[in-house]
């Protein structure tokens, strides 16, 4: 299980990384979208990847993933 993504990371991420002042109701839903997706990739790739592969198979397994959606 991961750590629960909070509004306060996402508003410390928001201003550390872009300088942007971000809204606590804000913060808050993006938290939860954020852990959604986050979530979602980590499972996805938990099934495929080994934590020692090859960095360039995490990118190469989005790019399939995606791909494999739109048909």
């Given at each position: ?52 592969d ?12 995606r ?5």
């Open positions: 299980m991961n750590e629960k993504v909070t509004a306060e990371l996402i508003r410390g991420q928001g201003a550390q990384l872009r300088r942007l002042a971000i809204e606590e109701s804000r913060a808050r839903e993006l938290a939860a979208d954020v852990e959604r997706m986050n979530n979602a990739v980590i499972d996805a790739a938990d099934e495929r990847l080994d934590f020692n090859e960095p360039a198979r995490f990118a190469a397994l989005l790019a399939d993933t791909e494999a959606g739109k048909k």
